[in-house]
């Protein structure tokens, strides 16, 4: 984004860029296309009038919205044809202290992201808006061109999907959540099977996305003693031609995986009571081009 020094445009959008940042994201879960949304919205806004424009906050929200939206019903195609699981971009965080704002560092989880895929492009919008940014329905029925009554209605349908199919979100302190991460894999690289069912919950999941482009499960895998083996399997294929370093992504530990000189993925990592109970392995290589890029976000200006 190109921009003069003493732009008026420009300084009203650098400084609400970390927000409409997370509003894209969290719209579309790619931090790649997020970047393409802001982009443009930015060239649209370089054309308003400012004297037009009574509250900058709202407006650029509601820009950046409706871009996402646009990105999003034109991919849901593509997505349809997606072969295996789809999970978002893995987003590092330029700053670690997401944590302290619980509502933000849901909003951005793995797990959180997931759900929000089973709502429609509406719905997933309408969310982000009023449960995480307290936009107002009137706001936002503006924004996605409905009333404020059929908003309302969405919010209410979106709020219940949301809460049936997602865990009671528990803060982690990332220090203790990588901690157990990092005994888990130590673990694993020994084949100690009962040491990693000990820090497993019984209904943990792995979830890779490859879009059949590397090779990963296409279906979840289920359960601590099968979760376990692949874990075996995948720490022994590193220790022999590669390595695996701990990182942080979604503001959650992660460990990103090399086989000899190559990338080769993501996994982060969700901890439930103490014990983990998900990894989302991302393979898919189109997903990993802009993974070492630190992003900001924020919900307030």
Known sequence: MNTRPGDEHAERFTLLRPLLFTIAYEILGSATESDDVLQDSYLRWAEVDLAAVHDTKAYLAQLVTRQSLNVLR???RRREDYIGPWLPEPLLLETKDASTDVVLAE????????????L?????????????????HDEIASTIGKSASAVRQMAHRAREHVQSRRKRFEPVDPKMSMELTTRFFTAASTGDVDGLLEMLTEDVVWTADSDGKRSAARRPILGAEKVARVIIGLVRVAGENGRIEPAMYNNSPALKLYLGDSFEGIVTVEITEGRISH???????????????PREISRSV
């Open 107 to 118: 909003s951005v989880s793995m797990a959180m992201l997931v759900v929000l895929e089973t």
């Open 279 to 293: 990894f989302y392995a991302m393979r898919n290589p189109d997903k990993l081009g802009g993974v070492d890029i």
């Open 120 to 136: 429609t492009p509406d719905e997933r919008a309408v969310f982000v808006l009023r449960e995480v940014f307290g936009f107002s």
């Open 74 to 76: 034109a991919q849901s």
